[in-house]
């Protein structure tokens, strides 16, 4: 830009001192037309303005179309480094995608061995997070369809356990002993065994279920996980665009603040004024009015008719000499040919022209008529010049103080000819330097959108922060509400376990009031039998053992009574007891899931608290960044300021240097205007010289000898003459170009230096701005690699979790088969024992031997013991 103002300049300058040379050469020109001079100037005014105004339009076409390539090149510049973003981005996320797809396939692999299902599910890399979704909702169908069967395979085998129930009691009524009273005992013992195989399957359907509820979180966390790296991933995608965007803008804005900056120090300078430049215009326009006038004044009246007889004498002469300067010498040679014609006509005779055929007479006659011809007009143009001679030596007699006062008048009036025009150009170099007003209005209603559009967007921010606030103190009020109720709801648990525990040891008690009785209606009933025996071995009273055994009879059907009302009263209270122990097993199990699920809600109340934390911890990171970018905008706007001032500084030296230039014109002028003068006075000389030399040519006529010699020593001298002149005049010519060149080169020169300077400075920006947009996207990057190294160790740790819970649910499946497969075995095996036992209970009664095993119930509490032992030790 320095450059092409300086040029511009020149090209002023240089207009400028064509326009007053011009205007100088019309006013020697044309002074003759007095009457039309005022005229004449006020169009060449209006022409040299319209010339400035065109030129104006120029420089602000270039001017704009220099800040479109600017713009255009800034745009090009971001546009390039937003793509390599873009690239880095999609290098990342490709990165990233590899590694989650990495880290899901195992977890697959292992639910589908959990679900056995290999077939439906392969190890397949998915592309997208709707199909890992659609993969873990498949994966959730066939757990939901596993609980389904579990179930239905448990219900079977409580089916199954109630046919053997059946059968067994049917088993046993039809081969039931005589005796009543053992019957009805095995019965309830056989109840009492039944009732500890269903509490069994209950167990066991529970342990299920827990497993169940287990493997469903640990799906459920695995989908929420997946569900979280998306968010994340998307966050992350949204941060990306607003930190590019945010480049982009701060880009867009910094170059936006130094139109600002430059357009206000331009429309904002104290020494500028358009009010006071405008009547600066109209006084200007008033003084070359004024001009005009004193000129038109100046030139009435009969000095002005003196002064134009002389001006256009002069004229006319320069005119004619320019013409005739050159063709002196061939008039000289006409004048000498025409003597020597007139000698041969003298010398004619004519009886040579009667040997002349016609043509030849023609040709001769020709030849005359244009020989007198010519010596007709030499002898015209020696009286024209003889007259115009005469006529100036009369004028410089009489007119010499006329020329000398006109001299002093064209002086003034060039003095302020010249300051009028250096005034203009101040002007316009002042004016080229000034932007469009409209451009700097559009550009402030620009800039004030913008600032208005970042007031909205920061109190956008501000509530949203203020919204994140108050959502975390509700969470955290929620987290203490839940807090309590799972204290309230543990509390409740050590109150249902005591309930529990009591319900057990009633149980117990009852068990052992059972089988006190049980022993003492046995010595009873025994010492019955004896007493019988006795009785019946004394033959001697007959009626006494008929009422004996009437007695002994109404004794045994009392006890047998007595005895299955006791065990009515047992088995009652035995059944409330186990109504009370199942709705209190029910109660637990829903308070259970209760706690389950409140467990589900406040994770994910938790990690919603988290998420929101690192949302705001991002959005104060994003505020702490633009705070940032603002304060090295400022920074750069007050660099920009004080290198703005420094070129305007460099300006003001650059517009003293080219008044200090205007004023070296301004003298070289008078200079050319000295030696003008001296060359018209040698003129005048020569003129001189050719008026004696035609003074001598009329005294000495007669002698043709000595003046044909005179003639050629004149011609050599006139040819001398010219030579000189015509190296003079090359001369002239020569300084003025070397002068133009040299003004030309000097500004060239000043402007190739300004334009390396701003180059020099253009370039260091660029690299210091290159060099801190390396600084932050190398932090960027870092803290992309931070969050993958973090994504990685979670992953690790889920993958560790997952396995380890896919094996102990895989241990968890195989001891319960075992455990089943002998549960059915010791049914069988119990089942076989009790119905040997029922058969053989009477025989085994004989044997002392066997006396622990002499009844059913003995051996079975055995059994049971021996089963309790066995789930202990597998527990």
Not at 599 to 621: G, Q, S
Request: aromatic share 6%; net charge negative; charged share 30%.
């Amino acid at each position: 830009m320095g450059s092409e103002e300086a040029l511009i300049d020149s090209a002023a300058m240089d207009s400028v001192v064509r326009s007053c040379n011009e205007g100088a050469k019309q006013a020697s020109d044309n002074i003759n037309e007095s009457e039309g001079l005022g005229v004449d100037f006020v169009e060449d005014f209006d022409s040299y303005m319209q010339d400035i105004s065109d030129r104006l339009t120029i420089s602000r076409m270039v001017s704009d179309s220099v800040i479109r390539g600017m713009v255009n090149a800034v745009e090009q510049d971001a546009a390039e480094k937003i793509a390599h973003k873009e690239l880095e981005v999609a290098k990342l996320k490709e990165m990233l995608h590899v590694y989650h797809v990495g880290g899901d396939n195992p977890e697959s692999s292992r639910l589908e061995a959990i679900c056995n299902e290999p077939k439906n599910m392969n190890c397949a890399l998915y592309s997208t997070i709707s199909e890992i979704l659609m993969q873990h909702n498949r994966i959730g169908d066939s757990l939901g369809s596993l609980r389904s069967s579990t179930k239905e395979q448990l219900k079977k085998l409580r089916k199954e356990i109630d046919c053997i129930k059946g059968s067994g009691s049917i088993r046993r009524i039809s081969s039931g002993s005589e005796l009543l009273g053992l019957g009805g005992i095995l019965q309830d013992k056989a109840s009492e065994r039944w009732i500890d195989v269903d509490k069994m399957m209950d167990s066991l359907t529970i342990n299920l279920d827990s497993v169940f509820e287990q493997v469903e979180n640990i799906a459920f966390l695995s989908k929420a996980s997946v569900c979280e790296w998306h968010l994340e991933k998307e966050f992350q995608a949204e941060i990306e665009g607003m930190v590019i965007k945010n480049c982009f803008g701060g880009l867009k804005e910094e170059f936006e603040q130094r139109l600002w900056d430059h357009n206000a120090q331009f429309y904002w300078n104290d020494g500028v004024n358009w009010l006071e430049k405008i009547k600066e215009v109209s006084s200007l326009r008033q003084e070359l009015d004024n001009i005009s006038n004193s000129l038109s004044l100046s030139e009435t009246g009969q000095l002005t008719s003196h002064e134009s007889l002389e001006i256009n004498g002069d004229y006319f002469h320069r005119k004619v000499s320019g013409n005739h300067a050159v063709s002196a010498a061939l008039h000289r040679e006409v004048s000498g040919t025409h003597e020597d014609s007139m000698i041969v006509h003298e010398n004619l005779d004519p009886a040579q022209l009667k040997h002349l055929s016609k043509d030849e007479m023609v040709i001769f006659f020709k030849t005359e008529m244009t020989k007198m011809k010519r010596h007709h007009e030499s002898k015209v143009q020696e009286m024209t010049e003889e007259y115009f001679s005469l006529k100036r030596d009369y004028l410089r007699e009489r007119g010499s103080s006329l020329v000398l006062r006109k001299d002093k008048e064209w002086e003034v009036l060039r003095k302020k000819i010249s300051e009028v025009i250096y005034k203009l150009d101040n002007f316009l170099l002042e004016n080229d330097k000034l932007p469009a007003f409209s451009n700097n209005t559009e550009m402030l209603d620009n800039l004030k959108d913008r600032l208005e559009f970042l007031h909205v967007e920061n109190s956008q921010l501000r509530a949203s922060v203020t919204d994140k606030k108050k959502e975390i103190k509700c969470l955290s009020s929620q987290i203490s509400d839940t807090a309590e109720k799972i204290s309230q709801h543990s509390l409740a648990e050590a109150n249902l376990l005591k309930v529990i525990a009591n319900t057990k040891a009633s149980l117990e008690d009852a068990n052992i009031e059972a089988s006190i009785r049980e022993d003492l209606y046995k010595c009873l009933f025994k010492e019955l039998m004896g007493q019988i025996n006795y009785d019946a071995a004394k033959p001697s009273v007959k009626y006494e053992i008929d009422d004996s055994d009437m007695e002994s009879i109404w004794m045994l059907d009392l006890s047998g009574v007595i005895v299955r009302e006791a065990l009515k009263e047992a088995k009652e209270k035995l059944y409330e007891t186990n109504v009370k122990y199942a709705n209190e097993t029910e109660s637990r199990v829903s308070h259970q899931m209760e706690m389950m699920e409140r467990e589900k809600a406040l994770r994910l109340e938790v990690a919603e608290k988290n998420k929101l934390e690192e949302d705001i911890l991002l959005l104060e990171v994003s505020l702490v960044e633009k705070n940032v970018q603002v304060q090295r905008v400022t920074d750069a706007l007050e660099k920009e300021r004080q290198h703005f001032e420094l070129v305007c500084q460099e300006l003001n030296d650059l517009r003293d240097q080219t008044s200090k230039q205007q004023i070296l014109i301004s003298e070289s002028s008078t200079q050319s205007d000295v030696i003008k003068g001296n060359l018209a006075e040698t003129l005048e000389q020569i003129e001189r010289y050719k008026m004696e030399v035609c003074e001598l040519k009329q005294k000495l006529e007669l002698a043709t000898n000595d003046v044909r010699e005179l003639y050629e020593v004149n011609r050599k001298h006139l040819a001398v003459v010219q030579e000189k002149n015509d190296a003079l005049s090359l001369l002239e010519m020569n300084e003025k170009e070397h002068k133009k060149q040299m003004e030309s080169i000097i500004v060239i020169v000043s402007g190739l230096s300004e334009a390396v300077a701003d180059l020099d400075c253009g370039i260091t920006e660029d690299i210091r701005k290159i060099n801190l947009r390396l600084v932050n996207l190398t932090s960027q990057l870092g803290t992309h690699a931070q969050k993958v190294d973090a994504l990685k160790r979670m992953s690790l740790l889920y993958k560790q979790a997952f396995e380890r819970r896919c094996f102990d649910l895989q241990k968890a499946e195989a001891e319960v088969d075992l455990l089943g497969d002998e549960a059915n075995s010791l049914l069988n095996l119990l089942e076989k024992i009790y119905i040997a036992l029922d058969h053989y209970s009477i025989v085994l009664q004989h044997y002392p031997g066997v006396s622990c095993f002499s009844s059913a119930d003995n051996f079975y509490w055995f059994l049971i013991l021996g089963l309790k032992k066995v789930s202990f030790a597998y527990d």
